[in-house]
């Protein structure tokens, strides 16, 4: 018994101490993520505010000095309903307050699914959320991620909420529009989160309901596009013009698909395991076993030449200093950067970094298995990654860690030790990002 109020205990604790520091995070002005502070991303977003601040919402849609990576859905909706906006320190904290949602939500999310877990078990792992350096950044510096990550998971609540019901009460209602409302939104926050809405798309017209339902739901789903097409058609891409004309190395249009970047699917590989490694101990099952039974499998010889080929083929066709030194200066990545960093030997670090390539394949194929959702939201990130410049970790962190605790079919079983391990791991990497970018900047 005493054990057990000592465990609950020190939860407490820990989750305290992670709420406190996303807190002193904010007031101490941390850039774990390298992208916040006074004159860094913040530079062109002001430039954006100030287009939608001196035009009319037609004019600033289609400003030809609208610059970002998004749709403008962030700027429409501060425009028309936030005081805040035009003040920047005043709106640095709406985010700020924003982004407090989010652990909020992922909470709900995990107490519908497993009920008979600890309150307090499932409060620390929602947390986990706000050690992330990506999602801390924006949430400080009023960047625009966390307004999509927000409606992600709002997405996936509401689809946790409908898909629970039971067959009799699965029918159109408020979890079902909000479902289809936050995950068409979640693609206008960022184009990545498309594979949000696929999945919501897709649970949803396969679930139990009628035909006439699945077809209700697929003409919602068509009428929520059509803005984003109109935008297309305008742009002549899925980013403003100004954007593909700066960066003609992402593949913003059809005219550049000659430009894809196949070495990125290793990197990504590497980020993608980055965050799966340390949920292998939430897996259910005894880790070793699942390792034990992955290399049994009359399978395994075939999942390992795989990323064996994509060595060699990326060995013979690429030079490893020009897509690593030459055209980079940013991103691909914590095992890049940990490249740099232990070795100076161009070499050495080529070595070490098909290694981590290899080995990332094996732990995305043991956690993911047999489940044919979470292969395909894998296939849908690798598949991502060679179509921008450059491959930035941001892209993953946190969307990843959201997907596999509320979307993946991989089952997890929460204990004391496994969340306790999760929550070391994201600290150690938060605790690295802060001294990694204090020295660099």
Known sequence: MNKIINQKILTYIVFFFIVCSFFFGFYFNENSAGAGGYTREIGWILENIEIFKNNDLKNAIFHKDLYGNRPPLIYILNEIFNPFFYEYEKYRVFVFTLSLAGPIFIYLNLKKNHPNTNSELLLLLSSIILLSPFYRTSAYWALNENYG??????????????????????????????????????????????????????????????????????????????PYLILINEWGGIVPAKTQALNTNTI???????????????????????????????????????????????????????????????????????????????????????????????????????????????????????????????IFFLSFSILIWPLMQEYFDPILIILALMAFKTKIKLNYYNVFFTFLYFFIFLACANIYYLKIF
């Open 149 to 226: 990550l927000v409606a992600v998971i709002l997405s996936l609540v509401c689809l946790n909420f409908f898909l629970k019901q039971n067959d009799i009460e699965k029918k159109i209602n408020k979890y079902f529009y909000l479902t289809i409302f936050f995950s068409s939104l979640s693609i206008y926050f960022d184009q990545k989160h498309l594979i949000v809405t696929m999945v919501c798309f897709f649970s949803v017209f396969l679930s139990k309901i009628d035909i006439r339902t699945k077809l209700y739901t697929f003409l919602l789903y068509a009428f929520f596009s059509i």
């Open 252 to 378: 913003t249009n059809l005219s550049r698909l000659g430009k894809m970047h196949f070495y990125h699917l290793g990197y990504a590989s590497t980020i993608i395991s980055f965050y799966l490694f340390p949920l292998l101990m939430l897996k259910e099952g005894n880790i070793l076993q699942n390792i034990q039974r992955f290399f049994s499998s009359k399978w395994c010889y075939v999942i390992i030449s795989i990323p064996l080929i994509y060595i060699y083929l990326i060995y013979i066709n690429y030079d490893f200093k020009s897509y690593t030194v030459d055209e980079y200066w940013i991103g691909l990545g914590v095992v890049h950067k940990s490249s740099l960093i232990l070795f100076s030997n161009l070499k050495y670090q080529e070595i070490f970094t098909y290694i981590i390539f290899f080995f990332s394949w094996i732990v995305i194929f043991l956690y993911v298995e047999k489940k044919i959702t979470d292969c395909l939201i894998i």
